[in-house]
């Protein structure tokens, strides 16, 4: 078996890894890097698109998919393996990839149909054979809905590899929780947070409860910025409990009643991926499917307001608070949440709330840098904005397990496996969870 990371070693986004074995290329995600990391460019690769006989996802994030157009455009015709759910967010999420690329029309709805022709949906934990003795299982790995982690085996010799995908941690809303994986010979283990530890679930919800409650005591405006799939939907969950269940609202007393901020989801791209995740509640976690059968959507509240064209966009961004907006995209390299960035960052009533990973380089991660600067200032689409809003990070939102829930899963496996390669980390965070493992 040979393995190859052509992207995500030592990196969090742009993850895409090549394993050989038995005669057969397979490659694991073809992801799109962010900010200042780096993957390898397909010409580089050790070996031409068209000789790599399988394509499997792990999930739909851009970090782990945004290159398979870029793969099929260099002549990938093999089979594309991944969840139902995650095969029904391929599209819609790589629509949007594929804007900023510049292909034309024609081309880009080509490319749409060959990954539809290409892209197979399965479920979890079963065995299929694919090739050549290869036989491969999908497992649940909690972190979005549809993510998976992939088992591969081989008998002669017997033989079995692990690729974690990106693992949830538990609780996560809508997202059932990690599976228990089969034991293996070598696992590839996902590290993001390998060196740090989440607050947890029940923490979240009410700090997410005070921060809005304090943020909005002066009249301004929430920025959320937000990946669409995943956190979009996760956000509106807890706002859903914060607004709608009795406990939290005893808690939050200010955020109900007449007064009631409105909250806009400011993202044609979220709108989308929440309408597709509403239609896939079979895949939900029990807590969600519970809240639906009591009759309350957990992704829907009264105040809730979808933002679809330019034009509202726009008047959004010239409205008074209070109001929370959450716009994409989550790192604030691009989309919505630049232009609201650009108007609000000067104004000392906003503040901005940061609910996920931010990859070296983007202006989210040096928005929380520099606020800590008694010089407030950050570049966003080449223009210098001073920071005199409020910033704040909920490290708990993480769609990744912390350090414990890395160990954990390990720990569960009915036996350890004999060797563990880390990816998708920064090296500090692979040097704490290697420490820790
Ligand atoms: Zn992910």
Known sequence: MILTHLGAEKTVTGSCHLLQVKGLNILVDCGLAQGADHCLPIEEWPLPCPEIDFLFLTHAHIDHIGRVPELIRNGFRGEIITT???????????????????????????????IDELSWGFEYQQKFDLKNGVRFSLGRAGHILGSCF??????????????????????????????????????????????RRHEDRKDRIRKLGEVLTHAL???????????????????????????SDPKWQEVFPDLQGKSTVPVFLDSPLGLRITEIMSSLSP??????????????????????????????????????????????????????????????????????????????????????RYAENPNRFVQIDGESVPIKAGVHVLSGYSAHADQDGLVEWVQSMPKKPEQIKLVHGEPAAQKGLNECL
């Not at 095969?87 to 024609?106: E, V």
């Not at 108007?343 to 380089?361: C, H, I, S, T």
């Open 84 to 114: 139902h759910a995650t095969k029904a967010l391929l599209s819609p999420m790589l629509q949007n990839a594929l804007s900023f690329q510049d292909m034309d029309k024609g081309e880009r709805s080509k490319i749409l149909g060959s």
């Open 150 to 195: 992939i088992r591969f085996e081989l008998d002669s010799p017997s033989y079995s590899v692990v690729f974690s995908g990106d693992l949830g941690a538990r609780n996560t809303p809508l997202v059932p929780d990690p599976d228990i994986p089969d034991p293996c010979d070598f696992l590839v283990l996902e590290s993001t947070y390998g060196n």
């Open 217 to 243: 005591a002066d009249g301004g405006k929430v920025f959320i910025p937000a990946f669409s799939l995943g956190r979009v939907q996760e956000l509106l969950f807890e706002m859903d409990r914060l607004f």
């Open 283 to 368: 895949y939900w976690d029990k807590e969600a499917q519970r809240i639906l059968r009591k009759g309350d959507h957990p992704l829907d509240f009264d105040h809730l307001y979808a933002v679809r064209s330019h034009h509202e966009h726009m008047k959004l961004l010239e409205m008074d608070g209070p109001t929370v907006i959450i716009a994409g995209s989550g790192m604030c390299s691009g989309g919505r949440i630049v232009d609201h960035l650009k108007a609000g960052l000067k104004d000392p009533r906003n503040d901005v709330l940061f609910v996920g990973y931010q990859a070296e380089g983007t202006p989210g991660r040096d928005i929380i």
